[in-house]
């Protein structure tokens, strides 16, 4: 499903990510981890071209993100992205929210797109707030709603970045959750977290990042029962 | 001093006749420097440098000049140059349109970038174009906070139409020139201008203050 192959980034002369290369199988759950700094978040940017990638080679369901010819806003619809900060439009209502990128890139009939919509909402429990707009909404509806904006262009893979870290901690449970159902459903998912319970409980495999590289990867229960690797044992001492 | 309501009453229909030349040419002017103001600000965001460029040398050489040597340019000294003849009117428009245009992209460009980042980044993410990006996210939030800093402006140009009496324009600032020219009665003619000016600014700045309260946080 994704490729990435010795993806490197630079910002001027700062190098965040060394060397990158791992595959993500469809309907994978793979979780992100590492110390902050270590470029799990900017390796995330590189997949849908956030960031723009200073060499290696992204291909995704077949398509070659990294390659210039690549019609990147076509790519983007398949690639869902939750961000930490929840980005949603403060202008328009959490209905208008969701029903925008469909009705404007995919031109979808109005009736269509308010019934997947409220569907969406449904799924993420936030269906009595179609109306409100977001400065009305606690961060985790909030961030709710932006999952399912970001599910309304039915993408193939969806991306979380740090879907959890600005929310007070009584609402992290309820985003983790609606996550935690997606995963159920079988979307491929990549997700930057601090939330080690979530990483165990969910993720088929686990990345763990240090100094722009991929230090480790497996299953949930090698990364967090059996690291190897010592600078993965030290993190894991002082998150866990 | 008994005769100033007199005077006042015959002034009242040519006064009246110069507000509503004021209101024509300020109309005409601000809608396109509007237009201009907007493509300029936008053009000033671009990634292209040599359009950052362009809008950046408009909007310098307008700043970097007086409005009334503007005018005299445009009036004046184009025409000469194309052997042509202006009137005066279009002459008065172009120059406040191109003028609050400078202002306005200003505007504009400040109203762009105080919208966040992580704006520009979901639009793109969930595969919106930069066009759409621009339309449908960007714009909306850039133009309810640029609400105020565009009715200053659009007030100030108002007021600068003002100049235009001097390339012969009838305005209101004209009008009262001609009249004081018969009458010789400064005080209760500029006085009745000032009112006359006062009382076109007045409902737009409450217009402002109104849409302000309106379109608040959101």
Not at chain 1, 112 to 137: C, Q, S, T
Not at chain 1, 161 to 172: K, N
Not at chain 1, 187 to 202: L, Y
Not at chain 2, 123 to 146: C, D, E, K, W
Request: hydrophobic content about 50%.
């Amino acid at each position: 499903m994704i490729t990435v192959q010795n993806l490197k980034k630079q910002f001027g002369s700062n190098v965040v990510l060394k060397d990158i290369s791992t595959t993500i199988r469809e309907k994978e759950v793979v979780c992100v981890i590492g110390p902050s700094g270590s470029g799990k978040s900017t390796f995330l940017r590189c997949l849908n071209l956030l960031e723009d990638v200073t060499s290696g080679k992204v291909d995704i369901a077949g398509v070659e993100v990294t390659d210039p010819k690549t019609n990147i806003d076509k790519l983007r619809e398949d690639v869902g992205m939750v961000f930490q900060r929840f980005n949603l439009f403060p202008h328009l209502t959490v209905l208008q929210n969701i029903m925008l990128a469909p009705k404007y890139i995919k031109k979808m009939d109005k009736a269509a797109n308010e019934k997947k919509a409220m569907e969406l909402l449904a799924k993420v429990g936030l269906a009595e707030k179609r109306d409100e707009y977001p400065d009305r909404l606690s961060g985790g509806q909030q961030q709710r709603v932006a999952i399912a904006r970001a599910l309304a262009m039915n993408p193939r893979v969806m991306l979380f970045d740090e879907p959890t870290s600005a929310l007070d901690p009584e609402m992290v449970g309820e985003v983790l959750q609606v996550m935690k159902d997606l995963a159920h459903e079988g979307i491929t998912m990549i997700v930057v977290t601090h939330e080690m319970g979530f990483a165990r409980e969910v993720a088929d495999r686990v990345l763990f990042m240090d100094g722009g590289y991929i230090v480790e990867e497996g299953t949930p229960a090698v990364i967090f029962d059996a690291p190897k690797h010592e600078r993965t044992q030290a993190f894991l001492s002082k998150v866990l | 001093m008994s005769d100033t309501l007199q005077i006042m009453s015959d002034a009242l229909p040519i006064l009246f006749e110069g507000l509503l030349i004021t209101l024509k040419i300020a109309a005409i002017s601000l809608v396109i420097a509007f237009v201009i103001g907007l493509a300029a600000g936008l053009m000033s965001t671009a990634r292209s440098r040599i359009i950052r460029g362009l809008a950046g040398i408009y909007v310098d050489i307008i700043r970097g000049t007086p409005l009334l040597v503007q005018v005299f340019f445009i009036y004046f000294g184009l025409p000469e140059f194309f052997d042509t003849r202006i009137d005066p009117e279009v002459a008065g428009i172009v120059a406040v349109s191109l003028n609050a245009g400078a202002y306005i992209a200003e505007v504009v460009r400040a109203g762009i970038n105080s919208v966040d980042k992580g704006q520009v980044e979901a639009a793109r993410s969930l595969g919106m174009n930069r066009f759409y990006t621009m339309r449908l996210i960007v714009l909306p939030q850039a133009l309810r906070r640029m609400i105020p800093a565009l009715v200053n402006q659009f007030i100030i140009s108002i007021k600068d139409t003002a100049l235009l009496s001097v390339i012969g324009i009838r305005e209101l600032t004209q009008s009262g020139e001609i009249i004081i020219s018969t009458n010789f009665r400064s005080f209760e003619i500029w006085g009745m201008v000032g009112v006359f000016y006062f009382l076109l600014i007045l409902p737009l700045s409450r217009l402002s203050l109104l849409l302000e309260r309106r379109l608040n946080l959101r």
